[in-house]
């Protein structure tokens, strides 16, 4: 159950606080000794243990009904970080990507504009996504944004929303992580799973470039955001300091495993025929296949990004690499039973 909102609220407020990368860095602000408001729609915490000076908060930030409690949780609130999101899937509407992204940091705003603290910070996390598409040279946070799905053109209206919000006493930051991988995360646990049981194929030979980034980082990268100066009204990129193809990083999560990750890839053609059929074949049952066209198109495109401004503002590096990272990835997936 949730617990009862305090009498004096935490100074921190996580939005998305129980999810991925939300309970690493409710975690982290924890361990500084700092107090956190964790708040999420359920108001549970599915992990092992819910670290000390921590209050979950159920609220749901599509529900109009919860706007008096969005405000009384932001009251005395000077620093916020909104990570509420869903992550893209073929079969999710629109509607629910707008209802979180667009009007729940519409929601968030508001309310903070009526808090009572002098000063307040927001840092707001997108995702490079909204991007698109890069190319082979890696893009900076001044290219013009040019989502292609209604994930990312919701997170970039989300940003608009959260930097429009400025103010001489509320400071806004925009992040946007790339590729984020590691414990906790369910999202890309079907490739793994698919290259531990041999049945993975790379598209178009794994051309396509990446450039994931461990959670830990990410987190750090988002405290650092919290306190440092000078970030105010910036859009920051935060990826990991290795871009690699991704057969590559196939054959890094094979190692990981203790498997070959490398096997004959499926032509471009045919994936996409593939992924057509695949739809239409699961459309009447309301669930996603294994293979679509848009994932297709994912899988084949260059997504790489300058990260000197996370540096030069921030301080910021990635310090984990990606084969630490994989194998740490792996290891908790087999501590969760996920893989054999």
């Known amino acids: 159950m949730a617990d009862p909102a305090p009498a004096v609220l935490a100074l921190t407020v996580v939005f998305g606080g129980s999810g991925f990368i939300g309970s690493h860095v409710v975690e982290a602000l924890a361990a500084e000794g700092q107090k956190v408001t964790a708040v999420s729609r359920t108001g549970k915490w599915p992990w092992v243990a819910k670290p000390k000076n921590t209050v979950l908060v159920a609220l749901d930030l599509t529900d109009h009904n919860d706007d008096n409690a969005l405000a009384g949780l932001l009251a005395e609130a000077t620093r916020v970080i909104n990570l509420a999101g869903v992550l893209y899937r073929p079969t999710t509407p629109r509607g629910t990507f707008e209802g979180l992204h667009i009007h729940g940091t519409h929601r968030i705003v508001d309310a903070l504009a009526r808090a009572s603290t002098p000063t307040c910070r927001l840092v707001h996390v997108s995702t490079t996504g909204v991007l698109g598409p890069t190319g082979t040279t890696p893009l900076d946070e ?16 989300g940003e ?17 992580p790339g590729l984020v991988y590691g414990p906790r995360d369910l999202h890309l646990l079907a490739w793994f799973k698919a290259i531990a049981n041999g049945t993975y194929r790379a598209i178009a030979n794994g051309r396509a470039l990446w450039q994931p980034i461990f959670v830990d980082d990410v987190v750090r990268g988002i405290q650092s955001a919290l306190n440092v100066q000078g970030a105010d009204g910036q859009t920051i990129h935060l990826a990991g300091s290795e871009r690699a193809t991704i057969a590559d990083i196939g054959a890094k999560i094979g190692a990981a495993l203790g498997k070959n990750g490398t096997r004959a890839s499926i032509p471009y053609p045919l994936a996409m025929a593939a992924g057509a059929i695949l739809e239409l074949a699961y459309k009447p049952l309301g669930t996603d296949p294994p293979l679509t066209r848009a994932r297709v198109r994912t899988m084949t495109q260059n997504r790489v990004y300058a990260i000197d401004r996370a540096e030069r503002l921030l301080g910021f590096k990635p310090e984990v690499s990606l084969d630490q990272g994989l194998r740490r990835t792996v290891a908790w997936y087999r501590s969760q039973g996920f893989l054999p």
């Open 142 to 157: 001044e290219a013009p944004p040019s989502p292609t799905t209604a994930y990312e053109r919701t997170k970039l209206e």
């Open 160 to 176: 608009t929303l959260a930097l429009a919000s400025r103010r001489p006493h509320r400071e806004v930051t925009i992040i946007r």
